[in-house]
């Protein structure tokens, strides 16, 4: 998913991390600085349009390498999240670097997640304007409920609990529909998807420029 554009990320202030509060973090997560830059893939590729396959093993160097190069891949493009079949791998995991409503930032991934959403009378559906990494420049109204839970693993296999509100409650909605094979683009009118790719054909391009240069002022 996209950051907005009208919010900045943090340079060091507290945070959760792995849904655990901390009193600072950098602006750029240890992860960065190990990963290596992952091509995005674009929609209309296969891999995107398919539920992704479950992480069996945890614990290996090579699940940590994917979640540091993801890290890395999702700062360059300046986003908020990113799912494991948006670099092109068919496993069910996301990261994100997300802040809610009130400017509290949250980052971490999650390995097999499960979606629980409030009772339809403790929710509200709200409409805010959504891009996603894989329809690059382009951005749309997406009505999604106001607070999610998302539970799964780490790289480990510990368990976790990730709770979000606000735009973080909208990202990980976003990001666990990916792992399903959805975009946000699936949750559109007709009309609304064809504007949506009419914007990307247009900005792309230029978003595919300015990811080049950000990965080049990281020596990437």
Same mark, same amino acid.
């Given at each position: 998913?996209?950051?907005? *554009? !009208?919010?900045?990320?943090?340079? /060091? ?7 655990? $509060? ?6 750029? @997560?240890? !992860? ?18 398919? @539920?992704?396959? !479950? ?5 290996? $160097? ?5 979640? +540091? +190069? ?6 360059? #493009? ?22 809610? /409503? /009130?400017?509290?930032? *949250? ?16 929710? &509200? ?12 420049? %382009?951005?749309?109204?997406? $009505?999604?409920?106001?607070? #999610? ?5 780490? =790289?480990?296999?510990? @368990? ?17 529909? *990916? ?10 009118? =007709?009309? /609304? &998807?064809?504007? %949506? ?5 247009? *900005? ?11 990965? #080049?002022?990281?020596?990437?």
């Amino acid at each position: 998913m996209s950051v907005r *554009h !009208e919010r900045s990320r943090p340079v /060091d202030r507290r945070a959760h991390v792995q849904g655990r $509060p901390v009193d600072s973090y950098p602006a750029l @997560p240890p !992860e960065t600085e190990r990963g290596s830059v992952r091509r995005v893939t674009v929609v209309g590729e296969e891999i995107l349009s398919r @539920p992704c396959q !479950e992480v069996t093993e945890f614990g290996s $160097p090579e699940l940590s390498a994917l979640i +540091d +190069d993801m890290f890395l891949t999702m700062h360059v #493009a300046d986003g908020a999240g990113l799912a494991a079949n948006q670099v092109g791998v068919d496993l069910r995991l996301f990261v994100y670097d997300c802040p809610d /409503d /009130d400017g509290v930032r *949250h980052v971490g991934h999650i390995i097999n997640p499960v979606l629980e959403q409030p009772d339809p009378g403790n929710r &509200r559906l709200i409409d805010d304007f959504e891009g996603c990494l894989s329809v690059p420049g %382009a951005a749309m109204a997406v $009505p999604r409920t106001d607070l #999610a839970v998302a539970r799964g693993f780490d =790289k480990d296999g510990i @368990p976790l609990v990730i709770e979000g509100a606000g735009y973080f409650a909208r990202c990980l909605q976003h990001e666990t529909d *990916h792992l399903f094979g959805h975009t946000y683009l699936d949750r559109l009118s =007709k009309r /609304d &998807r064809k504007d %949506a790719l009419r914007q990307m054909e247009y *900005h792309r391009e230029d978003v595919f420029a300015q990811r080049a240069i950000k990965a #080049a002022s990281l020596g990437r």
